[in-house]
Structure formats: structure tokens, C-alpha cells
């Protein structure tokens, strides 16, 4: 690998370093947590990969995932949406036209017919398929990260 890829953190930059701090930034903004730890070309890949990631999904008309609760699978499909961070509600903004993480459970509840005919308007794409795959992939890519991030902080990891 070439000398110019290789990261050294700051002297004395993981002692002053909260993991938690680190896990929140990374949450916050992909990369941001291992910006903070000193580890900035790391931090500008892993903000790349995950937002590429991110926007491919959003133009192959992916959709967020809502909770239902006949559906418990949809929670976890709905929290590794939510591990993305906040970039989240922009694929909820478009899916949705709000920022709504539960279908409402009544049937005849206006609200829930409006939010299941944006989804299936979503569905009915040929490339919806590939588009979740890339929202999800983004979500637990990021969850890595959080993890890889925490993993620095407590200096397990360089």
C-alpha cells in the first residue's frame, strides 16, 4: 500500500477521545466519527461509500421502511434505516412526502391508504428491488462504522 494512504492519529488524540462522542458523530454523518478520532482519510472513504450508497438507492426509487405491526421484520428493516443517520429523512421525505415511521394500524385510516399508495407507487418501479437493497446496505454499512468507530476510541483498533 502506498505511504501516502497510511493514517497516523494525532499524538495523544485517542486519550482525549470519547467513544461515544465518536459513535454519535459517526451516526450523525458517515466518516464524521473516525474524523474526530484523527483518522480523515478513513473518514472521507467511508462518507463516500456510504452516501454513493445512499443516493443510488434513493434514485433507483428505494423506499424507507415503515413499521407495521402485523409485520414485526418491518422494525428491523425500519431501524437499519434509521442507522443511516439523519440522511434517513431525506429517503423518507421522498418515499413519503413526511418524516413517518409507523403505517397507522386502522385500516380505514386515511392517513395509512395515502402512505401504502406512495409506497406501492414506489413498488411498481423495476428497479425498486435494487434500490432498497442499496437504502439497507447504506444502513448497516453505517452500523459498521459506528462500531469500527467505537472500536478506535477505546483503542482496540488503530
Not at 22 to 30: D, E, G, I, Q
Not at 46 to 56: G, I
Request: a neutral charge; proline letters at 4%.
Amino acid at each position: 500500500m502506498s505511504d501516502t494512504l497510511v493514517e497516523q492519529a494525532a499524538p495523544g488524540a485517542r486519550s482525549m477521545s470519547s467513544p461515544f462522542v465518536a459513535c454519535f458523530l459517526a451516526w450523525l454523518l458517515p466518516g464524521l466519527g473516525h474524523f474526530y478520532l484523527g483518522k480523515k482519510v478513513r473518514a472521507a472513504m467511508f462518507f463516500a461509500v456510504v452516501v454513493l450508497m445512499f443516493a443510488l438507492g434513493v434514485a433507483s426509487d428505494g423506499a424507507a421502511s415503515l413499521i407495521e405491526q402485523r409485520q414485526p421484520l418491518t422494525i428491523l428493516a425500519t431501524f437499519d434505516n434509521l442507522a443511516a443517520g439523519p440522511i434517513d429523512l431525506i429517503s423518507r421525505y421522498l418515499t413519503f412526502r413526511s418524516i413517518v415511521y409507523v403505517l397507522p394500524g386502522e385500516e380505514g385510516d386515511p392517513r395509512r391508504a395515502e402512505l401504502v399508495e406512495r409506497l406501492r407507487s414506489r413498488v411498481r418501479s423495476v428497479t425498486y428491488e435494487y434500490g432498497n437493497t442499496f437504502l439497507l446496505t447504506a444502513g448497516l454499512m453505517n452500523i459498521l462504522l459506528i462500531l469500527d468507530a467505537f472500536d478506535i476510541a477505546t483503542g482496540r483498533k488503530d
